[in-house]
């Protein structure tokens, strides 16, 4: 049964340094909930305090409406997955698998059944008389998460484990894990600094920098409405371009000024209140400019910036050209089947509809109408 995780104005310092500073989390019953941020920011340190496996310096962890600040991890009825799989290399994956049961002292036929289960779901059958060193990074990893499984814990705790795996077991272990959560209906709580896999298995996604909560919400939550340059800039692949500007307001139109060249219509409609001179940041998501000549370049509402490439990056259906206009880089996703090259001339077309505005002092967003 999933278990509800409540988190109450943690703190963790060692010594003099702080590195968890009041964070307040609830995840329900049953939600996958991704921790993501920079190396450093606490996720891990989060997760390791629902755990047990760290001391809480301030505040309180609740699971199922008990305080568990002082129960042992073992009592906490909680199974984590490590980054680095921590198997034991001279025992093969079936008694991996079971250890925990047997430590604890479970009959025979409970242990079988759980390591048949188990095994089941994660496609280990042909695996079970192997040793660690025989198999692959994909493979450990979900013996890392059967022994987790046949636990039943209320809640399970995945400290980056897809990190020592190549692109494309990451893919399939992304996978693995979501059919998991989908099968087992357990809370998770996920650790990873890649928001790509933060992106694409979770409910609910919480941003960290510095040991605070800089944004929690859905994944295209954020995405869409970013509350903070930090957030749009780690959110999205390739990231969100952030262009210094300043506003000038001509006859009701504004415009945000990007250099001596290139100035940006903002759409009137979606705006709040702004002075003339305002120093703001322009946000601008690398597929929402296009190339002069595209379908975009005749929608109503639409600017045109000019620069030159600085380097193509070719993905084959899509490149990625990084850009310079004025002394701002810009970021453009394009046709991979168009060739580009480097030093070429180039307009650039953004539809203000999809333009994200942030105060240049506190770098919070400034709250727009949807476009209609």
Not at 32 to 53: D, E, H, N, W
Not at 146 to 157: E, M, T
Not at 272 to 301: C, K
Request: aromatic share 4%; with cysteine; net charge negative.
């Amino acid at each position: 049964m999933a278990a509800e995780v409540s988190i109450r104005n943690v703190y963790k310092r060692y010594e003099a340094h702080t590195v968890v500073h009041g964070v307040n989390l609830d995840i329900k019953p049953g939600e996958f909930v991704v921790l993501v941020g920079p190396s450093g920011c606490g996720k891990s340190t989060m997760l390791r305090m629902i755990a047990g496996l760290e001391e809480i310096s301030d505040g309180d962890v609740y699971i199922d409406g008990v305080r568990v600040n002082n129960l042992a991890p073992k009592d906490r009825n909680v199974a984590m997955v490590f980054q680095n799989y921590a198997l034991y290399p001279h025992l093969n994956v079936a008694d991996n698998i079971s250890f925990g049961l047997r430590l604890n002292g479970a009959k025979k036929d409970v242990v079988k059944e759980a390591v048949r289960t188990a095994s089941e779901i994660l496609s280990l059958q042909d695996l079970l008389h192997r040793k660690p060193a025989d198999l692959s990074g994909g493979q450990r990893q979900r013996v890392a998460m059967g022994r987790a499984i046949v636990r039943q814990p209320k809640v399970f705790l995945f400290d980056e484990p897809l990190s020592n795996l190549d692109a494309k077991l990451r893919t399939q272990m992304r996978a693995e894990i979501k059919r998991l959560h989908v099968r087992l209906g357990t809370t998770v709580a996920y650790v990873t600094h890649d928001q790509i896999e933060a992106m694409t298995l979770a409910d609910r996604i919480v941003v960290m920098r510095d040991g605070r909560i800089e944004q929690i919400g859905a994944p295209m939550e954020l995405f869409h409405r970013p509350a903070n340059t930090f957030v749009a800039a780690f959110i999205g692949s390739p990231q969100m371009n952030l262009l210094p500007a300043t506003l000038s307001i001509r006859d009701g139109a504004v415009f945000a000024v990007l250099d001596e060249r290139n100035s940006l219509r903002l759409d009137e409609s979606r705006l709040p209140p702004l002075t003339e001179g305002q120093e703001v940041i322009v946000g601008i998501r690398p597929e929402h400019l296009a190339i002069r000549g595209s379908d975009a370049s005749s929608q109503v509402g639409t600017t045109q910036l000019t620069g030159e490439i600085d380097i193509v990056e070719p993905l084959g259906a899509q490149s990625i050209l990084h850009t310079r206009l004025g002394e701002a880089a810009v970021t453009v996703m394009v046709d991979g089947l168009v060739r580009f090259d480097i030093g070429q001339p180039i307009s650039l077309t953004i539809d203000a509809g999809h333009v994200h505005l942030f105060d240049a002092e506190t770098q919070l967003t400034i709250p727009l109408k949807d476009a209609s």
